[in-house]
């Protein structure tokens, strides 16, 4: 069934409080929820019905005011609980019973390597017991459990833990109360034997926080970084948006077993392991970035998505997209902006953009959807935070905060809209963002077209912007955005010539399909910098000369742009050469490009993280939406002729690079230390692309492997090495699964580095990989480490035109679709843009997506993005 938008109404009924109560056992868990209802004064609805929706779990009995209700009572189907309660007020009691062991979905309550989590958001509450689940309805909570005390001896749930104490018969039980009224999708249940790292942060109030991370005691020594990371994010929450913590303890659980990255439940975060755990002998700097900005997103919410939530599911963005915001800006604070705002717009330019060309493209706030957990998109969360960062600019980093200030003044507590958010936004500004907003009701990606010209005799520069946006699956027509573009003019000598409020860069505000925007004054002929700091997510139609991308390389002020005219020219490289093996032409490496490249490389590199990102050549997913039908074999060897290339004929300089940056001291996350490694490895990586391999290229590298006192360096070798055949890579990979073979999360790595191998027996080693005893479909993890990677992170061999990749990932899917339906839709992606292909591909795709669609009990997850996907054809 589909859910719209403009569906909403009010609840009808409200809830006061729910104390619940969970006895714990590991098939047959009882639930019992006694909760106070009361009519809703705003609802226009008078049904006198009571709805309650409830999946997946055996109803025991209900009571209405204690009074035990006969079968024709009420009324109980496979997805919700309705009954007649006759009054205004009442308390109901509900028994249910759940089974965590059997529920492979990981939604609800469920058990990860014996012991028992939740995961609520956003429709699981209803797999725990019958309740309203939907946002908008906040309540008191009251949690006990009950567990045995060998296997369960600890004992969490949301807010503070009010009694605790002995049941008799080997059992405890603890009672947690939680003081914030807040929707069941933030309720959290943690119960198994862990341990305890503490901390503690004391607010800017002086208030004393206890901070708390659990895990499994393996991994006891693994949580100095998140409690790191924890710290800094409640220090600058206060710092930049004055925002304390409210709660007398935090705490953060890691589970092995979780479908996303973490979960914000209130008080009592629940993360995937992978996002918490990490040293240097297991965890890369990539890693190391990426748990600070999840435990830092996570932290956020506490305002951004509990005080404040949302009203209804269409509105997600409120929370996700301005929480991405917030974590984007403390990562930059924390490590190098410039790197990060790079990492950030390669995820909208490789994924967002491709949804949202394709037949799932959705607006930040979608208008409908079959199954609420497919709109945890790139759109929503990554998008969405583009849209914040837009308001940013728009209305300047001190209105914005004002706005802030007035959207908690206002919505403390409630559960509000997307509009809300806007209207706070406007009017803490006066900034009129009517025009704004339809960013948020408009899918699609804008095209800037961008034409410059210098009016020699009129010392004037005039700047012609039209905007455009192709129609998506049921919009067709749109009407014109309003988009800050932040540009800036360099002079013969690479300074800024226009002074602007960020100095030397001038906010434009293109709200018309047609508009030129004019700047005296200029005395020569400028080069264009455009769209500095990707200042809005837009694709931009600009025809810059290799001279003018190779300038804007070597001196624009703005980091960013600096990246983007490599990225840019390297864009131009690969797909010339892609064009040429396309019309058998014999492929030739430009040599002004090469220029281009050696410079950078002799250049004293201030930033090295940056000259790394620089030099690396954009990704096949990223440069087959610039072809009109891709070509995945043309596209692989185009970019692997550039690359083989760079590496002749550029080696001393790479070399020299190499061993520059080889020093490896006391090791250290830091930007410069995390810069200096990336440069190093890309180095790396280019010097072992040689064909023929290098010899004594080949044994630095397997030095680099058997050396490396950390995660980093060791996967950048083995990365290369994956990538040739032979007896080496074999011993290699063994060598690192049998040191490795304890560690989940760095075996996931080891999964990964096979499935995203371009050697042409990789689909036969991933299929074979499914059979080790280290993979499991029931872990998302794995999944995504192994049948994940191959299918969308190994662009050509998963695109073989002998279709055996589509065959193997549809057999996955539809495996994955009896045991864990949000996993088995996520992993459709790569099948959802099958119309860019050619017609032999094309029709193998579609044969796969009607194979999916005739599966039995196909779920819903599945069906809705298998079957938008056909009809897109
Ligand atoms: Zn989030």
Not at 289 to 294: A, D, S, T, Y
Not at 424 to 433: F, H, K, T
Not at 588 to 602: G, I, P
Not at 773 to 795: D, Q, T
Request: net charge negative; with cysteine; proline share 4%.
């Amino acid at each position: 069934a589909t859910r719209r938008r403009e569906d909403y109404r009010v609840p009808e009924y409200l809830v006061e409080e729910i104390r619940l109560t969970f006895q714990l056992y590991a098939e047959s868990t009882v639930v019992t929820a006694d909760t106070v209802y009361a009519v809703n004064q705003q609802s226009t609805d008078c049904t006198g019905r009571l709805q309650l929706s409830g999946e997946n779990m055996e109803l025991v009995e209900v009571r209405l005011d204690g009074r035990r209700l006969e079968a024709d009572e009420f009324e109980v189907s496979a997805m919700d609980l309705i009954l007649v309660p006759g009054k205004d007020r009442f308390e109901l009691q509900v028994v249910t019973r759940i089974d965590p062991v059997a529920n492979t979905a990981l939604e609800g309550l469920y058990c990860s390597n014996g012991n028992y989590c939740t995961q609520c958001e956003p429709e699981g509450f209803r797999r725990i017991t019958y309740f309203p689940d939907r946002p908008d309805v906040l309540a008191r909570f009251t949690t006990r459990i009950e567990g045995d005390r060998q296997t369960c001896p600890v004992l969490l749930s949301n807010g503070n833990l009010i009694e605790s104490g002995e049941l008799g018969n080997g059992r405890h039980y603890a009672v947690w109360q939680d003081p914030f009224p807040k929707p069941c999708y933030l309720f959290a249940l943690v119960a198994g034997r862990l341990v305890a790292i503490d901390d503690t942060f004391t607010t800017r109030s002086g208030r004393d926080i206890a901070l708390r991370i659990f895990v499994e005691a393996r991994n006891r020594d693994l949580c100095d970084h998140a409690m790191r990371s924890l710290k800094k994010a409640m220090q600058w929450d206060e710092d930049v948006y004055g925002l304390e913590y409210d709660l007398d303890v935090f705490m953060i659980v890691a589970v092995d077993d979780f479908n996303m990255g973490a979960m914000e439940n209130k008080g009592l975060n629940i993360f995937n392991s992978r996002c918490v755990l990490a040293s240097p002998q297991s965890a890369t700097d990539q890693d190391f970035l990426g748990i600070e900005g999840v435990v830092a997103h996570e932290y956020f919410h506490n305002w951004t998505g509990n005080r404040v939530t949302c009203r209804d599911w269409f509105q997600l963005s409120l929370k996700e997209g301005l929480t991405v915001f917030r974590d984007q800006e403390f990562s930059s604070d924390m490590n190098s902006r410039a790197v990060q705002r790079i990492d950030d717009v390669q995820l909208i330019r490789n994924f967002q953009f491709r949804e949202d060309s394709g037949p799932m493209a959705h607006p930040v706030r979608p208008d409908a959807y079959v199954e609420i957990n497919n709109f945890y998109t790139v759109t929503v969360y990554n998008k969405g935070a583009e849209v914040i960062r837009m308001m940013h600019t728009l209305l300047g980093a001190a209105d914005f905060r004002k706005g802030m200030d007035l959207y908690f003044a206002r919505h403390d507590g409630q559960a509000v809209t997307c509009d809300d958010f806007v209207a706070a936004m406007a009017d803490a500004s006066g900034v009129d963002l009517g025009q704004f907003k339809r960013w948020y009701s408009q899918a699609g990606t804008p095209v800037v077209k961008v034409s410059g010209q210098w009016l020699a005799e009129k010392r004037r520069y005039v700047l012609r912007l039209r905007q455009s946006c192709p129609a998506t699956p049921g919009q067709d027509g749109k009407e014109p955005f309003h988009i800050p573009i932040a540009v800036g003019l360099l002079d013969s000598r690479g300074r800024d010539m226009l002074n602007g409020d960020r100095d030397g860069t001038r906010v434009l505000e293109l709200r018309e399909r047609e508009q030129s925007f004019s700047f005296p004054d200029i005395g020569e002929k400028p080069v264009l910098s455009f769209l500095r700091g990707f200042s809005a997510p837009v694709k931009v139609e600009l025809d810059q000369s290799r001279e003018e991308l190779a300038f804007l390389l070597a001196h624009d002020t703005d980091l960013f742009n600096r990246w983007y005219a490599a990225s840019k020219l390297s864009e131009i490289v690969v797909m010339e050469t892609v064009a040429r093996l396309q019309a058998n032409a014999q492929p030739v490496l430009d040599s002004d490009f090469v220029a281009a490249v050696r410079a950078n490389l002799q250049r004293p590199a201030s930033d090295k993280a940056l000259l790394a990102l620089a030099l690396q050549l954009p990704a096949e997913t990223y440069l087959a939406q610039q072809m009109d039908t891709v070509d995945p074999v043309n596209l692989h060897r185009g970019r692997e002729f550039v690359r083989s290339q760079l590496s002749s004929l550029l080696a001393d300089e790479f070399r020299r690079i190499y061993d520059d940056n080889n020093e490896e001291g006391e090791y250290r996350i830091t930007p410069e230390a995390m810069g200096r490694r990336s440069l190093k490895n890309v180095a790396l990586a280019y010097l072992m692309a040689r064909v023929p391999t290098d010899e004594e290229i080949y044994a630095l590298c397997c030095g680099q492997y058997a050396e490396a006192g950390n995660m980093t360096d060791a996967i950048a070798a083995l990365s290369c090495v994956t990538r040739i055949e032979g007896r080496r890579r074999q011993e290699i990979l063994h060598h690192f699964y049998t040191r490795w073979q304890a560690d989940p999360l760095v075996l996931d790595k080891w999964f990964t580095l096979q499935a995203v191998s371009p050697l042409a027996d990789t689909l036969a080693e991933v299929t074979r990989l499914l059979a080790n005893p280290s993979f499991s479909m029931k872990n998302p993890n794995k999944v995504r480490a192994l049948i994940g990677a191959f299918c969308s992170g190994n662009h050509y061999r998963f695109h073989d035109v002998s279709g055996a990749g589509y065959a193997f990932l549809t057999d996955r899917i539809i495996e994955l679709n009896a045991t864990n339906p949000q996993i088995a839709a996520r992993m459709l992606s790569p099948l959802t843009v099958w119309k860019r292909y050619d017609p032999v591909r094309q029709d193998l795709i579609r044969r796969q997506l009607e194979r999916i669609l005739a599966v039995d009990n196909l779920s819903g997850d599945v069906y809705e993005i298998a079957r938008k996907s056909l009809q897109a054809g």
